[in-house]
C-alpha cells in the first residue's frame, strides 16, 4: 500500500513503460467497465501487461483486462489502459491515480477518461453515452483525496483550480464528432462515489437533487490528479443501467459489463471520430 509516491518513484514507472515503446504516444485512453474491447482496434498495437510493470496497480475486477495498448487510432499515436483500479478494491487513492501521473511523467498532454456508469437523469437509458462536463468529487471531497500529501510541486500547484476539470475545447470535439457520427451523445455531471456498494434511493435521489446526472465508482480521482498535472481531459460516460430512484429494480455488475457490448462500438466511433479532429 502506497500513501504517496515521489516523483523519482512514478519516474521508474514510467521508464519501464518507455522501455516497451516504440512510439511518442500522444494521448492517452483510460477504459472503464466492459469498455476494453475497443482497444481492439488499435492499429500496430503493442501490448504491454499490467504485471510487466513493476509497481503498477492490477485490477481484481471482472471486466477489466489488465494491459495497456499502444499504437495507432485514426493516425494519433495512443496509450489505452484497458482496465483501472478503484479505490473499494482497497487501493490507495495515490495507487489509484499512479497511472495518470505515469502519463504525465512520459509527457502524454491528453486523457480521453471512459467509464461505466448509472443513469440519474431520467432522460438517459442503457446503451447511451454521455458527455461529462463536470464532476462531484463525493468520494474525496470530505477527505480521501487524491492530491492529500506532498505536493509534487514539479507537475501542479498545492491547491490546483478545478474550474474547467474537463476541457471545453475537447467537449465541444465531441460534440462535433457525435454529430457527424450520428451518435446521441448527452451531457451531464458524473458523481464519484467510492462504492462497491451501488446507492439505495435515498443516496440516488440525494444525487439527484445535488445535480448529477450519472453515477459511478471512478474516474473523479484520475480527473482531478490530471488536472493538478496540466493534463486536459475529455470525459465520456457509458450508460449502463438506469439508477434505481424508486427501489423496484435491482442493479448488478452482469447489467454493466452487458450494456458494455452495446456501448463498445459507440464508444469507439465517438472517440475514432473525436481523434480525427484533436
Ligand atoms: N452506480 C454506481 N456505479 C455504477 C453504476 C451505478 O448504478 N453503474 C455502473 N457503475
Known sequence: ??????????DRVAAVIRSHFTINPQVAIILGSGLGEMADS??????IPY????GWPISTVPGHQGRIVT???????????????????????????L????????????????NAAGAINPAFSPGDLMLITDQLNLATMAGVHPLRGPNLDDLGPR?????????????????????????????????????????????????????????????????????HGGTRVLGISGISNKANLDGNTVTSHEEVLAAGRVLV??????????????
Open 1 to 10: 500500500m502506497k500513501e504517496f509516491y515521489s516523483l523519482e518513484e512514478i
Open 42 to 47: 488499435v492499429r500496430d498495437a503493442q501490448v
Open 51 to 54: 504485471p510487466e510493470i513493476p
Open 71 to 97: 499504437g495507432k487510432l485514426e493516425g494519433r499515436n495512443v496509450m489505452v489502459l484497458q482496465g483501472r483500479v478503484h479505490y473499494y478494491e482497497g487501493y490507495t487513492m495515490a495507487e489509484v491515480t
Open 99 to 114: 497511472p495518470v501521473r505515469v502519463m504525465q511523467r512520459l509527457n502524454i498532454p491528453s486523457l480521453i477518461v471512459t
Open 159 to 227: 491547491f490546483p483550480d478545478m474550474s474547467q476539470a474537463y476541457d471545453r475545447p475537447y467537449s465541444q470535439i465531441a460534440r462535433d464528432a457525435a454529430v457527424e457520427n450520428q451518435i446521441l451523445l448527452h451531457e451531464g455531471v458524473y458523481a464519484g462515489l467510492a462504492g462497491p456498494s451501488f446507492e439505495t434511493p435515498a443516496d440516488l435521489r440525494f444525487l439527484r437533487i445535488a445535480g448529477a446526472d450519472a453515477v459511478g465508482m471512478s474516474t473523479v480521482p484520475e480527473v482531478i490528479v490530471a488536472r
Open 265 to 278: 462500438p459507440k464508444l469507439t466511433s465517438l472517440i475514432r471520430g473525436v481523434l480525427r479532429r484533436m
